[in-house]
């Protein structure tokens, strides 16, 4: 019976755990990866403390604080349930059932997909959801990037280094994201933006060699040997059966990140707090775990 039990291992997980530790409070970590969405981003340019750095130099920034206390760790197991009956909360893996008298859900979300023909044929045969851990597989090629947001951003910056050329295609009038990235892309002579443009079919024979999209009306097929599909993200709450969610289903939570089930609590991206940053998440994670400590405290 722990104090704690901590789902997802990214910045709001780690956080959490980091905080959980030197509060003395016995403590399980259940996660598929370490490091999260942080894992996935490119140049990071906005975390306090550091002018620059990547995304998985900073993932492995938090992996190593986390590591320096003694924490049970479950990696590699995916959550299927969580429950509470009485005062014990339930956390059921593919691999086991692990009980506590408090949980904090820190799962993420994870990529959206186009949903088009080839989109599945044609993943990890230069379909990608992640430049930063793929993106040096397509040096000198020319390559699309699906989406208009901070991601989608993020993602061309990364490869008009690597890239022969970048397209960008986006669905929406006008990019979104950051107005310092759209600065960086718009003064770069290797990017076209397709704006009004949808995806409509991945295309090629053993790998990628083409999409096919429509553009205020018309059809055109666009040559390309990648595809990084950056079209948003979806929460990791599926197995939450029991929480109140949003629309969206994210898990809605209180200022203390109380769930609608007591002793329960979530932080970070799954949650429907405003804005999915880093540096937020983390603060999140902080609170949650004060939350829970609290919680205990009472009970």
Request: aromatic share 6%; net charge neutral.
């Amino acid at each position: 019976m722990y104090d704690l039990i901590i789902i997802g291992a990214g910045p709001a997980g780690i956080t959490a755990a980091v905080y959980a530790a030197r509060k003395k409070m016995s403590l399980l970590v259940i996660s598929r990866d370490i490091g999260g969405q942080a894992a996935w981003s490119g140049d990071i340019e906005n975390y306090t403390g550091y002018q620059f750095i990547t995304g998985p130099e900073l993932a492995a920034k938090f992996e190593e604080h986390m590591r320096k206390y003694e924490i049970d760790l479950k990696e590699t197991e995916a959550v299927t349930e969580i429950s509470k009956t009485g005062e014990v909360v339930s956390v059921r893996t593919d691999k086991g059932v692990y009980e506590a008298k408090t949980a904090i859900i820190a799962s993420g979300k994870r990529s959206r997909e186009l949903n088009v023909p080839g989109e599945k044929e044609f993943k990890n045969r230069g379909l990608t959801y992640c430049a930063t851990c793929d993106g040096p597989l397509f040096a000198g090629k020319d390559v699309a990037i699906i989406g208009g947001g901070n991601s989608a951003l993020d993602a061309a910056l990364q490869m008009i280094r690597i890239a022969k050329r970048v397209y960008i295609v986006n669905i929406t009038p006008k990019l979104g994201g950051d107005a310092v990235m759209r600065e960086k892309i718009e003064k770069s002579d290797v990017v076209t933006v397709m704006n009004n443009s949808q995806v409509t079919a991945v295309l090629g024979e053993k790998m990628v060699n083409a999409i096919k999209i429509k553009r205020e009306g018309k059809e055109e097929t666009i040559a390309v040997e990648g595809v990084f599909v950056e079209i948003g993200l979806i929460p990791n709450s599926e197995f939450a059966k029991g929480l109140a969610k949003n629309e969206f289903g994210e898990i809605k939570v209180s200022p203390r990140n109380e769930t609608n089930v007591p002793g329960i609590f979530a932080a970070g991206d799954v949650t429907d707090v405003p804005e999915k940053q880093i540096i937020i998440a983390a603060g999140e994670g902080s609170k949650a775990c004060l939350s829970a400590f609290r919680y205990l405290s009472e009970h």
